[in-house]
């Protein structure tokens, strides 16, 4: 079964601390992994994007990095910032006949970032 | 600016009473999709459509319908919503679905529309 496992469920962590987010998939076959930032109460907005051959890949403070061997992936924020705060959501392209590539969620990760 | 749009934003009604929710995208988007998040869950499909007049059934459609007529727009049904259907709903669009470009199949998604059900 297609699954995405993130943790810690949430984080606590003081402004300008760097922190590291785990997602752990059992996909296949891979296609692509996505970070997804999920402001609270507002939709998803996507950070880095990685397909099979790249093992890391930033955006601004954020860098995530993907191990295909042990399908595993982080998302480390550093100099973290007050509008950090908020979910982190990782998701697995399963890549099926035709082309098709079917998106996996995981629950996320809610980081909250305190003065 | 780019963006998919949902209306409403928030809505309250009864069981039974039919409702739509739309969403539109100024992108010219070909892959549109409805996820409906509930707490401690992650994103779940409910359904999805390649293109204009193509749909098909996510994780959990049961109870809901769609419809893509136009390309901008993909409306999502409750012919007779429950309480079990409270929940934040999120349309979501890409160029396409398709896997040998990651690039194509970003998804972008909608503000979401919180339903409650009574």
């Known amino acids: 079964k297609n699954q995405v496992e993130q943790s810690p469920q949430s984080l606590i962590i003081l402004e300008g601390k760097n922190c590291t987010l785990q997602?752990?998939?059992?996909?296949?076959?891979?296609?692509?992994l996505r970070w997804y930032k999920q402001d609270t109460g507002r939709g998803p907005v996507s950070l880095t994007i990685?397909?099979?051959?790249?093992n890391t890949k930033s955006n601004g403070r954020y860098t995530a990095t993907l191990d295909a061997d042990t399908k595993q992936s982080s998302l480390h924020i550093t100099a973290s910032q007050l509008s950090d705060s908020a979910s982190y959501i990782c998701?697995?392209?399963?890549?099926?006949?035709?082309?098709?590539?079917?998106?996996?969620f995981g629950a996320g990760t809610r980081l909250a970032v305190h003065p | 600016e780019a963006q998919v749009t949902q209306n409403p934003r928030y809505l309250i009604t009864v069981t039974g009473k039919k409702l739509t929710v739309t969403c539109s995208q100024n992108?010219?988007?070909?892959?549109m999709s409805w996820y409906r998040q509930d707490p401690g869950l992650g994103l779940r499909q409910i359904y999805y459509?390649?293109?204009?007049?193509?749909?098909d059934k996510g994780d959990v459609p049961e109870g809901y319908k769609v419809s893509r007529k136009e390309k901008r727009n993909f409306p999502l049904i409750l012919e007779s919503p429950s309480p079990n259907q409270t929940s934040l709903y999120f349309c979501?669009?890409?160029?396409?679905?398709?896997?040998?470009?990651?690039?194509?199949?970003?998804?972008?998604f909608g503000p979401g529309t919180r339903l409650t059900v009574l």
């Open positions: 459509s390649m293109n204009v007049e193509v749909t």
């Open positions: 990685m397909t099979f051959s790249e």
């Open positions: 997602c752990n998939y059992t996909v296949s076959p891979f296609s692509n």
């Open positions: 992108m010219n988007h070909e892959y």
């Open positions: 979501a669009s890409s160029l396409s679905a398709r896997s040998f470009d990651s690039s194509y199949n970003e998804q972008f």
């Open positions: 998701v697995v392209g399963a890549g099926f006949s035709g082309g098709y590539n079917k998106l996996i």
